[in-house]
């Protein structure tokens, strides 16, 4: 039986722990009233990509090459054992994390990062079974290729579609004459089945020289993807140079452009390729944002939680440190509206949780998990 003295110690523990989590929950303003960021998690490093299970626990990449389980209450587990060599440079390292969609009966989870070998490194993705904190019979999926030295532009997200057909998207690698060369890994979108095969509906199948596993090409660097929740359709955003960040939907086999046009310049203010912005036979962005807000984490909102939010999109943005919220009226961007502008963090990931929140990653050396809502 607890005694008198013990209960008060109790109730004013509780109180605390409650007044500090709710100090430590913030308040923005917004078009639709106040929105409410509270922290989950802390303490990763430069975190990079986060998915759910399906118990409720989160898995969230650190990008010297570590991936984590998060407990719906955020804690965080020791690194699971199992995962990839990484080559953690520059902006290389771990990068985006997903599930497969049958995790239930697979146990599969998926990796990109750059993976170190002959001539440098690359974009590559592994894919092997969550078995309590390890992950074992991992396999290699998808290599970039050639490898190249640079340190820049790997991309990359992971996004299933409704087939359960994987896309990879990569970024240029800082070469400027891969994106629009079909033999190359560079700056492209591809798209392949979850044990690394070619689907047979691919655009580029059966031509020769082209790289059978590409959806669409001459993109610069791809860090956000999601899939349209009414139409099935992947949408992705990438980094320009100095201006020029693209929202696309990479229609199958299309040319988006990099570097030959481009709404942006070099960041010397030089032009870039042909210096034209349009060009026969290369598509336009369906939204683009100059001066660059360097495009991260993309998520649809397609919850019931926040009526106020449903069917916008959500872009995390790097350079900008906010989040920006896009209007659809079907594929066309109607209103935009920066949110969190003065949350001070480089968003790297935006995610909708299956409890109707916003999850964030803030890219930093001591990283967060926010979750975000309207008050």
Not at 45 to 63: C, I, K, Q, S
Not at 76 to 97: C, H, I
Request: with cysteine; charged share 25%; aromatic share 8%.
């Amino acid at each position: 039986m607890k005694t008198p003295l013990a209960l008060a110690l109790m109730l004013a523990v509780g109180a605390c722990a409650a007044q500090t989590s709710a100090d430590a929950a913030r308040s923005f303003p917004s078009q639709h009233g106040p929105v409410q960021v509270q922290p989950v998690a802390g303490g990763l490093e430069h975190p990079w990509g986060l998915a759910f299970l399906p118990d409720g626990r989160m898995l969230v990449t650190e990008r010297p090459g570590r991936l984590r389980l998060v407990s719906a209450d955020g804690k965080l587990s020791g690194p699971l054992t199992g995962v990839p060599e990484v080559w953690a440079r520059g902006q290389g390292g771990l990068l985006d994390v997903a599930v497969d969609p049958d995790f239930a009966s697979t146990s599969l989870v998926y990796l990109s990062y750059s993976e170190p070998g002959e001539g440098g490194s690359g974009t590559a993705v592994a894919r092997g079974k969550l078995v309590g904190e390890a992950l074992e019979d991992v396999q290699v999926i998808f290599r970039q290729l050639p490898k190249l030295e640079a340190g820049q532009h790997f991309g990359s997200r992971l996004v299933f579609d409704r087939e359960g057909r994987l896309y990879v998207t990569t970024g240029d690698r800082g070469n400027w004459d891969f994106p629009q060369a079909l033999d190359k890994g560079q700056g492209k979108i591809f798209r392949i089945e979850r044990d690394g095969a070619i689907p047979a509906d691919n655009p580029f199948v059966g031509r020769e020289g082209a790289d059978p596993a590409i959806w669409s090409y001459g993109h610069r660097n791809v860090q956000g993807a999601a899939l349209h929740p009414d139409t099935g359709k992947l949408w992705q955003t990438e980094h320009g140079a100095r201006g020029g960040d693209e929202l696309n939907i990479p229609d199958p086999g299309k040319n988006y452009g990099w570097p030959v046009i481009t709404l942006g310049v070099n960041y010397s203010g030089a032009p870039i390729g042909s210096g034209k912005k349009e060009m026969e036979g290369m598509e336009q962005p369906m939204h683009q944002w100059t001066p660059s807000i360097a495009p991260s984490g993309l998520a649809f909102y397609d919850h019931d939680r926040f009526p106020a939010w449903k069917g916008d999109l959500f872009v995390g943005a790097l350079a900008f440190q906010r989040v920006v919220r896009l209007e659809l009226d079907g594929e066309k961007v109607v209103a935009e509206e920066p949110l969190l502008v003065d949350l001070g963090e480089r968003i790297r990931d935006v995610r909708q949780g299956p409890d109707g929140y916003l999850y964030l990653l803030t890219d930093d050396a001591k990283g967060q998990i926010l979750r975000v809502g309207l008050e």
